[in-house]
């Protein structure tokens, strides 16, 4: 069964650090990685997807791949108090049609 | 926002009737699904559709089903409501399965007593 492992947190993080939100999944044939962020009572937004071994960076984001170790993680630098929400990672075999395998998500607050 | 509604936002019903979710896009996309979210499970697949009448089942589809008659709408169908299927359910759509970047619906919150 795909599973993707997420700490629940909350993860707290003074404003203008750096937060580092992890994902490990359990799947070897998952090809393609995502980070939704929610807030509470909304619907989840897409902030990053990476493919490839590495790093990706978009803004304050970087997202993190190591398919050895099937691990994912998003670093987000200058934290915001509007970082504040539910981080959510995905995985996808690629290939098909079906959908993402989320995690349960990570709670982030950035403390002013 | 991706041009994706879902109706209705918000319902209370009660065990035993039928219930329907639509989710409606406007961006031509080829791939739809239906999630729910649910406290200490996240988001789980329900169905999804890779066209016109092509449909599938997901993770979580027991008393759930779903059709697509046209690509703009994908229907969710509760045949008779349980208690357990009180959930929030997104709706999401993708242009390809190769990438699989999804995006998501504004959701609908569905109360079963």
């Known amino acids: 069964q795909k599973e993707v492992e997420q700490n629940s947190g909350p993860l707290s993080v003074p404003e203008g650090a750096i937060a580092s939100l992890n994902c490990t999944y359990s799947?070897?044939?998952?090809?393609?990685f995502f980070w939704y962020r929610q807030y509470s009572g909304k619907s989840p937004e897409l902030i990053m997807f990476i493919y490839s071994n590495g790093d990706k960076e978009d803004g304050r984001f970087t997202a993190q791949l190591n398919k050895a170790s099937q691990y994912v993680s998003l670093l987000i630098r200058d934290s915001q108090p509007s970082d504040s929400a539910t981080y959510l990672c995905?995985?996808?075999?690629?290939?098909?049609?079906?959908?993402?395998?989320f995690g349960k998500g990570t709670h982030l607050i950035i403390q002013p | 926002d991706a041009g994706i509604t879902q109706s209705p936002r918000h319902k209370v019903t009660e065990t035993g009737t039928p219930v329907t979710l639509r989710c409606h896009q406007t961006e031509n996309h080829r791939y739809m699904y239906w999630y729910r979210q649910d406290p200490g499970h996240g988001l789980r697949l329900i169905h999804y559709?890779?066209?016109?009448?092509?449909?599938d089942k997901g993770e979580v589809s027991d008393g759930y089903s779903v059709s697509r008659s046209k690509t703009e709408d994908f229907l969710l169908t509760l045949e008779s409501a349980t208690s357990s299927q009180t959930s929030v359910y997104f709706c999401?759509?993708?242009?390809?399965?190769?990438?699989?970047?999804?995006?998501f619906g504004p959701g609908t919150r569905l109360t079963v007593l």
């Open positions: 559709s890779y066209g016109v009448k092509d449909t």
């Open positions: 799947d070897r044939g998952s090809q393609s």
């Open positions: 995905a995985a996808h075999s690629g290939g098909g049609a079906d959908g993402l395998t």
């Open positions: 999401a759509i993708s242009e390809s399965s190769t990438t699989d970047t999804q995006y």
